[in-house]
């Protein structure tokens, strides 16, 4: 994730459980761990500076203060509407709303309040796939990677109702196994896709 300024990068490792920023260099420029960290598995950052880390763990989304201090948990594990399975990626809007990608896309308020989900797919066997990577526009569309057993693809969803705006299938370059999602700032109506399986970064136009 960048961070709050955009000229730096924020990462999470989960073997080490160590949230880091650094310059687009390389640079290691600050950073933080914390003994609630138990299995942190995605990271982004708020405009205001704070760092929102998704802990399958811990089974929650925390918010820490840039310098690393514990503010508050979102969201809990279980099976009712709103709570979490197994996260694969977070994002965080304009204003404040904190989405997660899981089995599915589920929207919290700026206070850390259940809105709504969406987008997940149920069978006999439970539910199947899962969002793997997650950014939002300036226009509210929220481009989400999503990984089934069979294939892998893009939705772009209305991030207000959830909706389906359009679907990258992405019929001549196949997705393998995306993990992040990086709407281009300068080039409107592109997006970037990190694909470990064919270990490369695509490119696609969304709109």
């Not at 640079?27 to 960290?37: A, C, N, Q, R, V």
């Not at 539910?127 to 300036?138: A, I, N, Q, T």
């Amino acid at each position: 994730s960048l961070g709050s300024s955009g000229d730096t990068l924020v990462t999470v490792n989960w073997r080490t459980k160590t949230v880091t920023e650094m310059t687009l260099d390389g640079k290691t420029i600050g950073g933080f761990s914390h003994d609630e960290l138990v299995e942190p598995i995605a990271v982004a950052v708020s405009s205001d500076g704070d760092v929102y880390v998704a802990d399958n763990g811990v089974g929650a989304v925390l918010v820490f203060e840039s310098c690393g201090k514990l503010k508050r948990k979102i969201g809990e594990k279980g099976k009712k509407p709103g709570n979490f399975k197994e996260m694969s990626s977070v994002c965080i809007c304009d204003n404040g709303d904190v989405i997660v990608g899981d089995t599915r896309i589920i929207v919290f308020n700026s206070s850390g309040e259940f809105i709504r989900e969406f987008g997940g797919l149920k069978t006999k066997e439970g539910s199947r796939g899962r969002f793997c990577g997650l950014s939002v526009d300036s226009s509210g569309l929220l481009l989400a990677a999503r990984a089934e057993k069979s294939r892998s693809y893009i939705q772009v969803f209305n991030k207000d109702d959830g909706s389906v705006h359009s679907v990258i299938d992405s019929h001549g370059q196949k997705l393998r196994r995306p993990t992040g999602v990086a709407i281009s700032r300068n080039s409107h109506g592109f997006v970037f896709v990190v694909d470990i399986g064919t270990e490369c970064v695509r490119k696609y136009r969304y709109k």
